[in-house]
């Protein structure tokens, strides 16, 4: 609302420091109420910052809470250059010894005949080239580029056609297969009309058909090659599935004089990142309750380090992380005996020399204590993870509190919106009432001056 729209100084009162004076009283309750929302505001964003360390902490723990987190696998190879080796979980342990004797290859049949040019020269003026069974039927003239355009653009052919500058004025058609190996090879069968310059194709025997001798192709289709353990396994393509268990092998270089040896051993670096990422995940939430402790001590909007339910997921949390897990059936019953150990600040450190020595002496029953034995027993991690869902699931406590939260806000936000409804309608009345009474002592002290005046004159007599 506006200011008084009358004079002050006529009669001596300041009409607006009056009203000021009592809205600001009347407004003390809904300054209260402000305050008590934002601090709800803030207490609802702080709730959704430890929902986001708790989501942080469950996926660390989720990573460990499996077998499948020490069963990655590594491996070493004494030839990169030859061949890769890509892991899995399920890879076979071992050494290996590997000879590469042939790659996959996809044929290569080239024309026989060369053309002047690739867009001007006609090279056919109609009938059809079958190729790996499928045709190509022209419809009329065509150059070498058109003919290239004519097989690529037919649905179903196993190659690609292109056409090639072998020299200034000497152009060939290539015909390269879509896919590696014997099984993808490919003949063709020239009926093209000739034209200026007509395509052929070489016909080693003599039998009609081109691409069925080794000497119609430039390439030959091939399938990849390898001895393993001197074990010999082929396959279409250069990437091989079934030479060793639960790993692919891809061979970049033939050589078949040189034997690369490939180790296949337990990878425990995934399996240590995987500790730190736990590690660093639960210091970043023993951070965060440090950190709300001190500001809810301090009086900060929004803190809630006095909220039971963050204080009894801390200790809870703790007691848990420092508990006994002899149900999971291994011979370590703690996670300190596999490295994982409490500091006095109640922080985490990840101790690897003993990590190494655990699983150093029992690997699987360092295993064991972190993810149990298959779906027989239950491990530490699958405790700890079992712990943040009771907290973080759909109608769990931290849900249910930040919905409380959000409606006590949105309440007061109706609260508040009334309330300032009614003190707008409060300063007009009291407004035209301060207004009314100004009027009021403005006409009474004019007319006390015309009767004084009167008196006066009065005293003439």
């Known amino acids: ?152 653009s037919t649905a179903g052919i196993g190659v690609v056609a292109a056409v090639v500058q072998a020299s200034a004025s000497t152009y060939k058609l290539v015909l390269t297969g879509k896919n590696t190996g014997t099984a993808n090879a490919f003949t063709l069968t020239n009926s093209l009309t000739a034209g200026a310059s007509p395509v052929t194709f070489t016909d080693t025997n003599s039998n009609g058909t081109s691409g069925d001798s080794a000497l119609d192709n430039a390439v030959s289709a091939t399938d990849a090659s390898v001895t393993v353990n001197n074990v010999t396994v082929t396959s279409a393509t250069n990437v091989i599935t079934n030479a060793i268990p639960g790993a692919s092998i891809e061979v970049l270089k033939k050589d078949p004089a040189t034997t690369i040896t490939v180790g296949i051993s337990q990878d425990l670096g995934s399996t240590k990142d995987k500790i730190k990422a736990f590690v660093t995940a639960y210091n970043s939430f023993i951070a965060f309750t440090n950190e709300q402790t001190a500001a809810s001590r301090n009086g900060v909007s929004g803190a809630i380090g006095r909220d039971g339910l963050l204080r009894t997921l801390r200790s809870t949390l703790n007691q848990t992380t420092l508990g006994d897990f002899t149900a999971a059936g291994s011979t370590f019953t703690r996670l300190s005996e596999a490295g994982v150990e409490f500091q006095r600040d109640g922080t985490l450190k990840f101790n690897e020399t003993m990590f190494n020595t655990a699983t150093a002496s029992n690997s699987t029953n360092v295993q064991k204590l972190f993810a149990g034995n298959d779906s027989t027993t239950t491990g530490a991690f699958d405790t700890l993870s079992s712990l943040i869902v009771d907290y973080t699931k759909a109608g769990g406590l931290l849900p249910l509190t930040q919905d409380r939260v959000t409606t006590q806000a949105q309440s007061m936000a109706d609260r508040l919106s009334a309330m300032q409804q009614r003190l707008d309608i409060r300063r007009a009345a009291l407004q035209r009432e301060y207004m009314a009474a100004d009027q009021a002592m403005t006409t009474l002290k004019s007319q006390g001056n015309s009767l004084a005046t009167l008196g006066s004159g009065f005293r003439l007599f």
């Open 1 to 152: 609302m506006g200011s008084l729209t009358v004079s002050t100084n006529y009669n001596g009162i300041d009409w607006n420091s009056l009203l000021d004076a009592v809205i600001a009283q009347e407004s003390q309750p809904l300054k209260q109420l402000s305050a008590q929302q934002a601090n709800l505001t803030a207490q609802g964003t702080t709730y959704g910052r430890l929902a986001s360390r708790l989501s942080t902490l469950q996926s660390a723990i989720d990573d460990l809470k499996t077998t499948e987190a020490f069963q990655a696998k590594k491996s070493t190879n004494t030839a990169p250059t030859a061949l890769t080796v890509t892991t899995s979980t399920a890879s076979t342990s071992g050494t290996f010894d590997i000879v590469v004797n042939e790659l996959a290859r996809a044929q290569v049949t080239a024309s026989s005949s060369t053309a002047p040019d690739a867009d001007t020269t006609i090279v056919a003026n109609g009938g059809s080239i079958t190729i790996g069974g499928v045709s190509v039927t022209l419809p009329g003239s065509v150059t070498l580029q058109g003919l290239a355009d004519a097989i690529n």
